[in-house]
C-alpha cells in the first residue's frame, strides 16, 4: 500500500539526492560569490574577472545541471555538464594530487 502511493514521487527524490551535491555547491557559490572569487584570483593569479568567470561557469554549470535532471530534460547532457564542472574544480581547486581528499 505504502508503497503504490509513493511510487510516482521515488523517482523524483531519487534524482534530488543525486544531485544534492551540486546543488548544495551551486548555491553555496551564489552565496560566497566573493570568497571564491578571491580564492580562485589568489590561487592562480589570474585576476578577478578570469576568476568571476570561473566562479560564475560553476555556478551556471551546477545549477543549470541540476535543474536539467530534476526536469527530465536533456538528462544525458545535464550529466556530461555535471561531469565537466567535477573535472574543471578538481584541476581548478588541485584537488588531483590530494590523495586524502580523493579517498574520501
Same mark, same amino acid.
Given at each position: ?27 553555496? /557559490?551564489? *552565496? ?24 560564475? *561557469?560553476?555556478?551556471?554549470?551546477? *545549477? ?17 555538464? *555535471? ?19 580523493? /579517498?574520501?
Amino acid at each position: 500500500q505504502f508503497l503504490r502511493v509513493t511510487k510516482q514521487y521515488l523517482p523524483h527524490v531519487a534524482r534530488l539526492c543525486l544531485i544534492s551535491t551540486f546543488l548544495e555547491d551551486g548555491i553555496r /557559490m551564489w *552565496l560566497q560569490w566573493g570568497e571564491q572569487r578571491d580564492y580562485i584570483d589568489g590561487t592562480w593569479n589570474c585576476g578577478y574577472f578570469l576568476a568571476s568567470i570561473f566562479v560564475f *561557469l560553476n555556478l551556471f554549470g551546477q *545549477l543549470s545541471g541540476c535543474i536539467l535532471v530534476l526536469s527530465r530534460n536533456f538528462v544525458q547532457y545535464a550529466c556530461f555538464g *555535471l561531469f565537466g564542472i567535477i573535472a574543471l574544480q578538481t584541476i581548478a581547486y588541485s584537488i588531483l594530487w590530494d590523495l586524502k581528499f580523493l /579517498m574520501r
